[in-house]
């Protein structure tokens, strides 16, 4: 499974409908609405790094209000969920 992590510029005065059709993109788990210099943060994620090009090219960038992306592709996980299932082997 790879994840990427998409930046996302969006036409603030309908940044909920914007989120909502994000959100039905094939491969899109998430869609967070942020502070700071972004509007919107979505994971994608899927099977190849095609999948990634299409779910950002032609799913989210062609949702109406997206403004701009920038995408992240995540070459490795850390979480407190994967430390504690690995500290609890044998337990």
């Known amino acids: 499974m790879i ?3 998409v930046f996302i510029q969006a036409d603030v005065a309908r940044l909920g409908d914007v989120a909502e059709r994000i959100a039905e993109v094939a491969g899109v ?3 967070y609405s942020v502070t700071g210099e972004l509007d919107l943060v ?3 994620r899927v099977r190849t790094v095609d999948d990634i090009s299409t779910a950002v090219t032609d799913g989210i960038n062609t949702v109406d209000g997206v403004l ?3 995408t ?3 070459y490795r996980a850390y979480s407190q969920h994967d430390l504690d299932e690995a500290f609890s082997i044998g337990l």
Do not use: N
């Open 3 to 5: 994840t990427a992590i």
């Open 42 to 44: 979505a994971m994608v």
């Open 72 to 74: 992240q592709i995540a």
């Open 29 to 31: 788990s998430e869609v």
């Open 68 to 70: 701009s992306t920038q």
